[in-house]
C-alpha cells in the first residue's frame, strides 16, 4: 500500500490530526488510508463527501463511487491510482502538481470527477494544460478539414457542389489526382515566368523596336502571356470558388498573386491608349515600376511549398529575437561609425566625411561583407574596424539559434498534428466498422478553446480516453463533422505530443 506518512498531516495548529475518521480508498486497485479531518478541508469535493457516508443510504453512496464494501469500509474507485496522488497533495499542499508523463486533457477529466476546480491547479500546468488544448484545437480542425475535403456536403446544391469541387481541385492539391496535376502545372508556370523575366533583361537576348530602343525578344513576350493567362485563369477560378470572397481577396497570398498579374494588364491598357500618352516620362517611370512588381510572383511558389510555409510561420513566431538582432545592429552601427568618423576625420585622404555616410561602412564590417570601398587608414580606425567585426559576429549571432530552435519546434509540430490528424481519421475508420468514413457536414464550426474537450469521459478506463472525436449518440462511428459533434480521441493519438 503506497501512501504518505501519517505524521506528515498535522493541523494548522500543530497538533497531530485526529485519527478518529478513516476513509479507505481503492483507486484501480491500489489501497489508500485518507482521513476525515484532512479532507474536510475541502468540503465540496467528492473525497469529502465520503467521510459522513455512514448517514447516507445505499443509493447515495453508489452515486459517489464506483463500489462499495460495508464490511470493510471501503470505498472503490475505477480510476488512474497515479493521478490520484496528484489529487491527494491538495488536501495537503493547498495545490496541485501534474506529474510527468500524465495526459493534462485525462487529469483535468480526473480533477472534474474528484469535484475539483482547475483552479486549484499549479501554474505551470496550466500553462502545460493549454498548450495540449490548442494542439486538440488544431488536430479537430485538420481532421474536420479532411473529412470536408473528402466527402463534401451532400445537402448542398447544385452550383455549391461544383463550386466546393472546384476550390478542392483549386486548393487542394492533396485532394485528387486532377488537383495535384493542377498544383504542379501552377508551380511550372511560376519557374517559367520567373526564368522568362530574369532572361529577358540579358541584353544579347533584347531586339531593338522602331526607335531603336532595346525591348523584349517576341518570343518571351509571347511566354510570358501565356504564363500571364494561366496565372489569371486560376486566381479567377479560385476566387469563383471561395466560400468567403472578401477573406479571399484580403489573404496575403492571394494579394501577391494579384500584384503578380496587375502590372501585364496596366501596361497593356496603357499601350492600346496609343504611342503618345506611353512617350510621357510619368507614364514611363510607371511602367518600368509596374515591370519591377513582376519579382512578386516569385512569392507564389510558397503556395506550393510546405517548407516555404513552415519559414514563414517560424519567422513570425521569432520575431522577438529577429527585434534583438536588429536592436543590436542599430546599436553597433551607430557606435563604431561615430567612432570611425571621429578617428579619421583628421586624416587627409579620410573616406569617413560624416557621420551617416559612415554607417554604410559600419553595416558592411559588422555583417562581415566588407565590400572595400570604404575603409580606415589611420591606426585608430582600423582597431575600431576589428572592434567592431567581432561585435558584429557576436550579434549576430546570439539571437540566431533561438530562431533557429523556433523553426525546428514548429516544423516538427506540423508533422506531428498531421501525422496525428491522419492517425484519427484511421481510428475512425476503424471504429466505424465499414471501413470506410460517411462524413455529410452540415454545418461548419471552429472547434476551439476548452470546447474539444467538454464531454465526460466515460464511467470506465478515465486514463485512457481524451476527447477529441465522439459521436453524440455515444456509438462508436462519426457520422459529420457538423456543430452537434464533439471531439474525442484515445490516448493512442496523445503520444504524439503529450511526451
Not at 494579394?255 to 503578380?260: E, G, L, S, T
Amino acid at each position: 500500500m503506497w501512501g504518505i506518512q501519517r505524521t506528515r498531516y498535522a493541523d494548522c495548529n500543530g497538533s497531530e490530526a485526529s485519527e478518529e475518521t478513516e476513509i479507505v480508498v481503492n483507486i484501480g486497485g491500489v489501497k489508500q488510508v485518507l482521513y476525515g479531518d484532512v479532507l474536510n478541508r475541502y468540503p465540496d469535493t467528492r473525497l469529502a463527501e465520503l467521510v459522513d457516508c455512514s448517514l447516507k443510504s445505499s443509493e447515495e453512496i453508489s452515486l459517489l463511487c464506483d463500489d462499495y464494501d460495508p464490511d470493510t469500509g471501503e470505498f472503490y474507485f475505477d480510476r488512474d491510482p497515479e493521478a490520484f496522488k496528484c489529487i491527494t497533495e491538495l488536501y495537503y499542499y493547498g495545490e496541485i502538481h501534474m506529474k510527468r508523463g500524465i495526459c493534462p486533457i485525462c487529469f483535468m477529466k480526473e480533477m472534474e470527477f474528484w469535484k475539483i476546480g482547475s483552479d486549484f491547479l499549479d501554474e505551470c500546468c496550466k500553462s502545460h494544460l493549454r498548450e495540449v488544448e490548442d494542439e486538440l484545437a488544431e488536430i479537430a480542425e485538420k481532421v474536420k478539414t479532411i473529412l470536408v475535403d473528402r466527402e463534401g456536403d451532400p445537402s448542398a446544391g447544385g452550383w455549391q457542389r461544383f463550386q466546393m469541387c472546384l476550390w478542392r481541385l483549386m486548393e487542394k492539391p492533396e485532394s485528387s489526382l486532377p488537383a495535384h496535376i493542377i498544383a504542379i502545372v501552377s508551380f511550372i508556370f511560376i519557374l517559367v515566368s520567373s526564368v522568362v523575366m530574369c532572361v529577358g533583361t540579358i541584353p544579347d537576348l533584347q531586339v531593338e523596336d522602331s526607335e531603336g530602343n532595346l525591348t523584349e525578344h517576341p518570343t518571351l513576350e509571347v511566354i510570358e502571356t501565356v504564363c500571364i493567362g494561366w496565372f489569371t485563369i486560376e486566381y479567377l477560378l479560385r476566387l469563383i470558388s471561395s466560400p468567403n470572397k472578401i477573406k479571399f481577396v484580403l489573404a496575403f497570398m492571394n494579394i501577391v498573386d494579384f500584384m503578380a498579374i496587375m502590372p501585364f494588364f496596366v501596361v497593356l491598357i496603357l499601350t492600346s491608349f496609343g504611342a503618345g500618352v506611353m512617350e510621357l516620362a510619368n507614364v514611363q517611370q510607371a511602367v518600368q515600376a509596374l515591370r519591377i512588381m513582376r519579382i512578386a510572383r516569385i512569392f507564389k511558389l510558397a503556395r506550393h511549398s510546405s517548407g516555404l510555409q513552415t519559414l514563414t510561420s517560424a519567422l513570425k513566431s521569432s520575431f522577438k529575437e529577429l527585434g534583438l538582432l536588429l536592436m543590436y545592429m542599430g546599436v553597433g552601427v551607430f557606435l563604431f561609425s561615430a567612432l570611425g568618423y571621429t578617428m579619421e576625420q583628421n586624416h587627409p585622404d579620410t573616406l569617413f566625411t560624416s557621420i551617416p555616410q559612415s554607417f554604410w561602412w559600419a553595416v558592411i564590417t559588422m555583417t562581415t561583407v566588407g565590400y572595400g570601398d570604404v575603409y580606415p587608414k589611420t591606426t585608430l580606425g582600423r582597431c575600431n574596424a576589428a572592434i567592431s567585426f567581432l561585435c558584429g559576429v557576436i550579434a549576430i549571432a546570439l539571437p540566431i539559434h533561438p530562431i533557429i530552435n523556433n523553426f525546428v519546434l514548429f516544423y516538427n509540430k506540423q508533422q506531428v498534428l498531421e501525422t496525428a490528424a491522419k492517425h484519427e481519421i484511421e481510428l475512425m475508420a476503424l471504429r466505424s466498422g465499414a471501413g470506410e468514413l460517411t462524413a455529410a457536414p452540415s454545418a461548419h464550426t471552429h472547434i476551439c478553446g476548452t470546447g474539444v474537450w467538454d464531454n465526460a469521459m466515460r464511467s470506465c478506463h478515465s486514463d485512457t480516453y481524451i476527447p477529441l472525436l465522439k459521436d453524440p449518440r455515444g456509438g462508436a462511428g462519426i457520422q459529420t463533422p457538423s456543430k452537434d459533434t464533439s471531439f474525442e480521441s484515445t490516448a493512442e493519438t496523445t503520444e504524439y505530443f503529450v511526451s
